[in-house]
């Protein structure tokens, strides 16, 4: 066992050790569950303790109960995203029904009820179809992007879900219509906090970063798989994190009916319009496709929710430019036709080996005949590199070959979530999904050119969630979590030996790829500074253990 597989077997022993110590209060039992809160009264104002407060919901039929305080007060908390309905019962006094209460990621959902004074088999109902619009729970600056604004808004292919990461339909980007944050995926900011200092939490867990905490690019679950997403800004709850802003972002899950859907969506510029002063239009080729699935595999119990989504990215620069590679005749030595094109004078080749001084402090050297160097005075070294160059599309001595600079992409990304109650106490969820993305870079020499400054940059991550509740009186609830959260942006190595067919002095004939070379006026040639130097590896063990209790006017702790 290598020494990496070792530290990873030792945080994972380190986790398990330290759970009996991990007991905290929270005001949530669950960072990505919400909750249900209020006040129960009678007609004249007073409390109603010792009401029975059940929460429905309306997609699973999943129940989850509480009781009220001596002074009225009830909280039902861990709650899955989604429409609940509402009872209350107590004797006395007629039922009361509340319908459609929405509860989002993260957040309480107040609702305070008035019991009539009546039978109990008598009902009291009340249309409810959103949560109040000005939250009294907390002080929380925040904003629920809900599931229809992320399925009715316009998101494009590309832009700025390419600065960062592949190209993809990226979730992330619908966090900047919220008030306070800007930037893009690659760099983001909060209120004008540190860049990319944001604590990430998907399905309930931080989704950490070693080096960038706040970015997660590349490493999104499918975007058709998330249900909806909080960005907080500022006064939330300490539990969240230690970041400049959190984004909190929910998984969908499956209901007791089946339900499922497929998508394409693709650019191509031969269907593109040129922009009005464009003279060319550019050039891309994306097609994003997928399909997610979700029913109960025991109704009323267990349920799963899967997504698959597939991005191919082809295509190069935005417009086709031209570079300069020297001509097959100056690979030969033959300069006869350098020209100025603003004299019209050829531009003379002097021979070093002439160099000798002018008699009045300088040097002077003798030129080529013809402007011709003999092959013999060629370096070796120079004439294996020109082998290895691609000839010219054009004639001419300048821009006379096509940028074949791109970036080609196969980005594939999955997810599945599970959910289940065993009984009406305990209630058990799990997440995976995982990301499969290598692109190739091109440099302007172009795919199949040995000397081209191409890199391959793969990135594979992905994450598991573990939730667990359990009720273990109306008030009191207890939440664990345990998951664990991955990315490997290393580069592969190239398996190519450049300097053995070079033969540099100097330079190890084993390292990967082509030495690289810089010329002023021409591409860039080889690719050494392209291999995987710098390793950027994460995995990431996590756990949550948290008790919420209920007591008293102050709710929850």
């Known amino acids: 066992m290598n020494i990496r597989s070792i530290s990873k077997v030792a945080v994972f022993l380190l986790v398990l050790t330290m759970l009996p110590l991990s007991l905290s209060r929270s005001a949530f039992c669950q960072v990505a569950a919400g909750a249900i809160s209020g006040v129960v009264t009678d007609p004249s104002g007073a409390a109603v303790p010792g009401a029975v407060i ?41 039922e009361f029904v509340a319908q459609t209460i929405i509860v989002f990621t993260a957040t309480t959902t107040s609702l305070d009820i008035s019991l009539q004074l009546g039978e109990i088999t008598q009902r009291v109902t009340v249309d409810a179809e959103a949560a109040p619009l000005i939250r009294t729970s907390d002080a929380e600056a925040s904003t629920v992007v809900e599931r229809k604004a992320v399925i009715d808004l316009p998101l494009s292919l590309g832009g700025a879900s390419q600065i960062a990461a592949s190209g993809r339909r990226q979730i992330e980007n619908f966090a900047f219509l919220t008030p306070g944050m800007t930037g893009n995926q690659n760099s983001k900011f909060v209120n004008g906090s540190p860049n990319n200092a944001q604590v990430m939490i998907i399905d309930g867990l931080p989704h950490p970063r070693s080096d960038t905490p706040g970015r997660m690019a590349r490493e999104t679950p499918p975007y058709e798989a998330v249900e909806e997403f909080k960005v907080s800004t500022a006064t939330y709850q300490a539990e969240l994190g230690r970041g400049f802003g959190v984004m909190n972002f929910t998984l969908k899950s499956g209901t007791n009916n089946f339900h499922g859907n497929a998508f394409y969506f693709g650019r191509n510029d031969v269907l593109d319009a040129r922009g009005f002063f464009a003279t060319r239009k550019p050039l891309v080729r994306q097609n994003n496709f997928g399909f997610t699935f979700g029913g109960p595999i025991i109704k009323n119990k267990t349920f799963f929710f899967g997504a698959f989504e597939g991005f191919l990215l082809r295509g190069g620069a935005p417009i086709r430019g031209l570079v300069t590679l020297p001509t097959m005749a100056f690979r030969q030595g033959d300069f006869s036709q350098l020209i100025d094109p603003t004299t019209g004078q050829q531009i003379p080749i002097f021979d070093p080996a002439t160099t000798r001084p002018d008699g009045m402090g300088g040097f002077v050297r003798d030129q080529f005949p013809g402007n011709v160097i003999p092959p013999g005075r060629i370096s070796p070294i120079a004439a294996r590199l020109v082998a290895l160059l691609p000839a010219p599309d054009f004639s001419g001595i300048v821009n006379n070959y096509v940028d074949r600079s791109a970036r080609t992409g ?49 990135a594979h991550g992905g994450g598991i969630r573990i939730n667990h509740d359990y009720i273990i009186r109306p008030d009191l609830l207890h939440h664990f979590a345990l998951g664990y959260s991955a990315f490997n942006h290393l580069r592969t190595r190239d398996a190519r030996h450049g300097n053995q067919t070079l033969q540099i002095p100097g330079i190890d004939p084993d390292i990967p790829g082509f030495p690289r070379f810089n010329v002023s006026g021409a591409p860039t040639m080889g690719n050494t500074t392209s291999q995987p130097v710098d390793p950027a590896i994460s995995d990431n063990f996590l756990f949550s253990d948290m008790v919420s209790w209920t007591h008293g006017r102050q709710g929850p702790v």
């Open 54 to 94: 059940e929460a429905t919901n309306l997609g699973t039929n999943r129940k989850s109960s509480s009781t009220t305080t001596q002074v009225g007060t009830y909280f039902l908390g861990s709650l899955p995203v989604g429409q609940y309905k509402v009872t209350a019962r107590q004797t006395g006094f007629k």
């Open 410 to 458: 196969n980005d594939w990304i999955w997810s599945l979530k599970v959910d289940h109650s065993s009984t009406d106490k305990h209630k058990l969820s799990g997440t995976y999904w995982w990301i499969n993305n290598p692109v190739n870079v091109y440099g302007s020499l172009g795919p199949g050119q040995e000397l081209d400054n191409h890199s391959v940059q793969p």
